[in-house]
């Protein structure tokens, strides 16, 4: 079966860094989204990986491993806005996306 | 702002109420989707939509039903539902709905729907 693993729940304090986690088993690939979801809004798309290597937009960076399976959502100077779900989905080889649950994002002051 | 519009925003219906779920989207896209949101679960796909057509239906129960009039318009409409289909609904569209190449998915805010 296909599966996408990511951490339920993480929390963070205002100001650091803080990486999320996905590691992927899908028959395929082409590629990777991390997607944000504020608490009763709309997902909005952060990033899309299909080569392997850091992909940097912002105080938001996205890496790739193929050969890991693996991906990871870096999120730097931390502000109480980035309070969130962090959505992880792959596409498989027909393009299909397959969805993590998400990994909920709470930042402290 | 997202280009695509849900509504309502949140719906309570008895088991034996029939209530619809509307989506428009102001994009330009070809492709709309409906996803089911619960809680700590993956996103569910449900129904895809591509120019009107409908493309896929993911062994969802014929008590959802849904209708694409036309590339901006998409329905969900509801009838004897159970309690286990309490959830957000999330409607979305893309550009051509290949999913090639990256093609990024525009969600509206969903539906809450409650099922008494």
């Known amino acids: 079966g296909q599966n996408i693993d990511q951490p339920t729940e993480m929390t963070a304090t205002e100001g650091a860094i803080v990486q999320i986690n996905c590691t992927y088993q899908t028959s395929g690939f082409n590629g990777l989204f991390w997607y944000q979801q504020h608490a009763g809004e709309a997902p909005t798309f952060l990033s899309y990986n299909v080569l392997d290597g850091l992909e940097e937009k912002g105080r938001f960076s996205s890496f790739l491993s193929r050969s890991k399976g693996y991906s990871y959502l870096l999120l730097k100077e931390l502000q109480m806005k980035d309070s969130a779900s962090y959505l992880c989905?792959?596409?498989?080889?027909?393009?299909?996306?397959?969805w993590g649950a998400g990994t909920k994002l709470i930042i402290k002051p | 702002e997202t280009g695509v519009t849900q509504t309502p925003r949140h719906l309570v219906m008895g088991m034996t109420n029939k209530k619809s779920l509307k989506c428009e989207q102001h994009l330009g896209h070809n492709a709309m989707y409906w996803y089911k949101q619960s809680a700590k679960k993956p996103l569910e796909l449900m129904f895809v939509y591509n120019f009107k057509e409908q493309t896929e239906n993911n062994s969802v129960p014929s008590r959802f039903s849904p209708e694409c009039p036309n590339s901006s318009h998409l329905f969900l409409h509801l009838h004897t539902l159970q309690p286990e289909d309490s959830a957000l609904y999330l409607c979305a569209s893309s550009q051509s709905g290949q999913g090639a190449g990256g093609e990024k998915l525009f969600f509206g805010s969903g539906t809450q729907l409650s099922v008494l």
């Open positions: 989905a792959v596409l498989d080889s027909n393009y299909q996306l397959i």
